[in-house]
C-alpha cells in the first residue's frame, strides 16, 4: 500500500518506519523543517530504542515532505499521529487533529479514489461524529463511507519499546465509518505485524472510549499493587512480590503491571484518566473508582517523603537515582522523583541526583542545593541517604557492598532492585517498599 503518516515524533516517525520496513511505500510529512531535513539527509531526529538501525532498513521506501496535499495525493491511508495536549479540564484538545484535516481536505476533495483518512492520535469520545467527519464533509464536498473513509485507530504503545510494541500488539483497535475502511485498515496491519494480535473493528465511539477504558484499568491494576506493598510492608513477614507473584498465576488477573512500587507517570496514564473522569462527567455518569486510582497515586509522593523525612535529618544530601518515569526512556512527565525532589529541597535537603538517559533540570530557586552527577556511584558517593526510584538495571548491577562499607547510609529501595545490601553490615539501613 501507499501511506502517508502526517506527525513525526516518537510514535509518528516509528509507525512510518515500522509499516516502511515490510515493504510499504511511506510519505512521512511534518511541519518541523529541521526534522524532515534531518530525515531527508538520513539522520534520525529522535530518540527511541531501536529507531536509528529501524530508519536504516526503511530508508529506501520512504519520503519526507512539509507538503500535506502532495501526500494525500499520492497514498491510499492517510495516518494522522500529532499531539492533543490536555485542557485545564481535563479534556484532550484537538486542535492539531483538525488543523490537519483543514490542511488535508482540498486534496481529499481532488482525489478520484477513495481515501482513507485514520487518526491515530487519542482524542475524547465523540469527536470523530461530532467533529472530524462533518468538517472533512463540509471541506471536501464528500460523503463519509461512500466517497472517503474515517479511521480511529489507537496505539498501545510505550515509549522506550514503541517499535517492538508497535510489531507485536495484543490488540488492534479499529474504529470505522464503513466496512470497507476496517477492513482496508485490517489488511494494513496483518501486513506488517509480527504478533498474532486480536483485531477488534466496532464502532467509533465504541473505538474512543475502549482506548481510554483500557490505560485506566492499566492503572487500577498498577494502583492495587501499589496498595498491596503499602499493606504488606506494615505486616511483620509480608512481601509484596510473593504476593502479587501468586495473584498473577491466577489468568483472571494476570501477571503484567502488577508490580507494587512508585506507581504510574509519563505523558499517556495520568491524562488519560484526566479525560476518562471528563467523558464520564460530561455525561451526566458519577465515577467512583477511576478518580480513587488517581488518589491512591498521587499519595505515593507524600508516603515515601514521609518515610525518609522520619529517618533521615534535615540539611542532609539524599542520593535520588532515576528521573525518568520508567526505564528505557529519558522521558520524566509526571514523573515521581520529580515531585519527591521538589518535597526534599522544599523542606531543605540537598539532592544528589542521577539518571542513566534523562536531563534531570534542578528548579532555578533551589539550583545551589541540588546536584546531578555523570554516574551513580558519585551521586551516592556524595549522600547519607539513596533513594532508588527507577527500576533501572544500572542500579540493580551496582556494587551495594562496597558502598555500604565506606560509611553509614539508608536506601530506601521502592522497587526491591538492590540484590547485595549487606544487611548484616550496621552502616547499611536498609528500606524496601513492600
Given at each position: 500500500?501507499?501511506?502517508s503518516?502526517?506527525?513525526?515524533?516518537?510514535?509518528?516517525?516509528?509507525?512510518?518506519?515500522?509499516?516502511?520496513?515490510?515493504?510499504?511505500?511511506?510519505?512521512?510529512?511534518?511541519?518541523?523543517?529541521?526534522?524532515?531535513?534531518?530525515?531527508?539527509k538520513?539522520?534520525?531526529?529522535?530518540?527511541e530504542n531501536?529507531?536509528?538501525?529501524?530508519l536504516?532498513?526503511?530508508?529506501?521506501?520512504?519520503?519526507f515532505?512539509m507538503?500535506?496535499?502532495?501526500?494525500?495525493?499520492?497514498?491510499?491511508?492517510?495516518?494522522?499521529?500529532?499531539?492533543t495536549?490536555?485542557?485545564?479540564?481535563g479534556?484532550?484538545v484537538?486542535?492539531?487533529?483538525?488543523?490537519?484535516?483543514e490542511?488535508?481536505?482540498?486534496?481529499?476533495?481532488?482525489?478520484?479514489?477513495?481515501?482513507?483518512?485514520d487518526?491515530?492520535?487519542?482524542?475524547m469520545?465523540?469527536?470523530?461524529?461530532?467533529?472530524f467527519?462533518?468538517l472533512?464533509?463540509?471541506?471536501?464536498?464528500?460523503?463519509c463511507?461512500?466517497?472517503?473513509?474515517?479511521?480511529?485507530?489507537p496505539?498501545f504503545?510505550?515509549?522506550?519499546?514503541?517499535?517492538r510494541?508497535?510489531?507485536?500488539?495484543?490488540?488492534?483497535?479499529i474504529?470505522?465509518?464503513?466496512e470497507?475502511?476496517?477492513?482496508?485498515?485490517?489488511?494494513?496491519?496483518?501486513s506488517?505485524?509480527?504478533?498474532?494480535?486480536?483485531?477488534?473493528?466496532?464502532?467509533l465511539?465504541?473505538?474512543e472510549?475502549t482506548?481510554l477504558?483500557?490505560?485506566?484499568?492499566v492503572?487500577?491494576?498498577?494502583?492495587?499493587?501499589?496498595?498491596?506493598?503499602?499493606?504488606?510492608?506494615?505486616?511483620?513477614?509480608?512481601?509484596?512480590?510473593?504476593?502479587?507473584g501468586?495473584?498473577?498465576?491466577?489468568t483472571?488477573?494476570?501477571?503484567?503491571?502488577?508490580?507494587?512500587?512508585?506507581g504510574?507517570a509519563?505523558?499517556?496514564?495520568?491524562r488519560?484518566n484526566a479525560?476518562?473522569?471528563?467523558?464520564?462527567?460530561?455525561a451526566?455518569?458519577?465515577l467512583?473508582?477511576?478518580?480513587q486510582?488517581?488518589?491512591?497515586n498521587?499519595?505515593?509522593?507524600?508516603?515515601?517523603?514521609?518515610?525518609?523525612?522520619r529517618?533521615?535529618?534535615k540539611?542532609?544530601?539524599i542520593?535520588?537515582?532515576g528521573?525518568?518515569y520508567?526505564?528505557g526512556t529519558?522521558?520524566?512527565?509526571?514523573?515521581q522523583?520529580l515531585?519527591?525532589?521538589n518535597?526534599?529541597?522544599?523542606a531543605?535537603?540537598?539532592?544528589?541526583a542521577?539518571d542513566?538517559?534523562?536531563?534531570?533540570e534542578?528548579?532555578?530557586?533551589?539550583?545551589?542545593?541540588a546536584?546531578?552527577?555523570?554516574t551513580p556511584?558519585?551521586?551516592v558517593?556524595a549522600?547519607?541517604?539513596?533513594?532508588?526510584?527507577?527500576?533501572?538495571?544500572?542500579?540493580?548491577?551496582?556494587?551495594?557492598?562496597?558502598?555500604c562499607?565506606?560509611?553509614?547510609?539508608?536506601?530506601?529501595?521502592?522497587?526491591?532492585?538492590?540484590?547485595?545490601?549487606?544487611?548484616?553490615?550496621a552502616?547499611?539501613?536498609?528500606?524496601?517498599?513492600g
Amino acid at each position: 500500500m501507499k501511506i502517508s503518516v502526517i506527525g513525526l515524533g516518537k510514535l509518528g516517525l516509528c509507525t512510518a518506519a515500522c509499516i516502511a520496513s515490510k515493504g510499504h511505500s511511506v510519505v512521512g510529512v511534518d511541519n518541523s523543517e529541521p526534522v524532515v531535513n534531518a530525515l531527508k539527509k538520513r539522520l534520525c531526529p529522535i530518540r527511541e530504542n531501536g529507531l536509528e538501525d529501524l530508519l536504516e532498513k526503511s530508508f529506501k521506501c520512504m519520503t519526507f515532505t512539509m507538503d500535506v496535499h502532495e501526500a494525500i495525493l499520492g497514498t491510499d491511508v492517510t495516518l494522522i499521529i500529532v499531539p492533543t495536549p490536555s485542557g485545564p479540564s481535563g479534556a484532550f484538545v484537538n486542535d492539531r487533529v483538525t488543523a490537519v484535516l483543514e490542511t488535508a481536505a482540498p486534496a481529499l476533495a481532488q482525489k478520484k479514489d477513495f481515501h482513507v483518512v485514520d487518526v491515530v492520535s487519542t482524542v475524547m469520545p465523540g469527536s470523530s461524529q461530532r467533529e472530524f467527519i462533518p468538517l472533512l464533509e463540509e471541506a471536501a464536498r464528500k460523503k463519509c463511507g461512500v466517497d472517503f473513509g474515517f479511521i480511529y485507530n489507537p496505539e498501545f504503545i510505550a515509549l522506550g519499546s514503541v517499535i517492538r510494541d508497535f510489531l507485536n500488539p495484543d490488540l488492534v483497535l479499529i474504529g470505522a465509518s464503513d466496512e470497507k475502511s476496517g477492513e482496508t485498515v485490517r489488511n494494513l496491519y496483518e501486513s506488517f505485524v509480527d504478533s498474532a494480535p486480536e483485531f477488534a473493528v466496532m464502532t467509533l465511539i465504541n473505538a474512543e472510549i475502549t482506548k481510554l477504558a483500557l490505560n485506566c484499568y492499566v492503572t487500577m491494576k498498577i494502583t492495587y499493587a501499589n496498595e498491596l506493598a503499602r499493606l504488606c510492608e506494615a505486616v511483620e513477614g509480608a512481601d509484596v512480590d510473593v504476593v502479587t507473584g501468586a495473584l498473577g498465576a491466577d489468568t483472571r488477573v494476570g501477571r503484567r503491571c502488577l508490580k507494587g512500587g512508585l506507581g504510574f507517570a509519563g505523558p499517556c496514564f495520568p491524562r488519560d484518566n484526566a479525560a476518562f473522569q471528563k467523558f464520564a462527567a460530561d455525561a451526566g455518569v458519577e465515577l467512583f473508582l477511576s478518580p480513587q486510582v488517581v488518589r491512591s497515586n498521587d499519595s505515593i509522593v507524600d508516603y515515601l517523603f514521609s518515610v525518609a523525612a522520619r529517618r533521615v535529618e534535615k540539611g542532609a544530601t539524599i542520593a535520588l537515582l532515576g528521573f525518568a518515569y520508567k526505564p528505557g526512556t529519558h522521558i520524566t512527565e509526571c514523573s515521581q522523583s520529580l515531585a519527591l525532589m521538589n518535597r526534599f529541597l522544599e523542606a531543605g535537603y540537598r539532592i544528589a541526583a542521577h539518571d542513566p538517559m534523562a536531563e534531570v533540570e534542578i528548579p532555578s530557586r533551589h539550583g545551589d542545593a541540588a546536584t546531578v552527577y555523570g554516574t551513580p556511584e558519585e551521586a551516592v558517593a556524595a549522600a547519607s541517604a539513596v533513594l532508588l526510584l527507577t527500576p533501572w538495571p544500572e542500579y540493580s548491577a551496582m556494587d551495594w557492598e562496597k558502598l555500604c562499607k565506606e560509611r553509614p547510609i539508608y536506601f530506601f529501595d521502592c522497587w526491591r532492585i538492590a540484590k547485595n545490601i549487606p544487611l548484616g553490615n550496621a552502616k547499611a539501613r536498609y528500606w524496601a517498599l513492600g
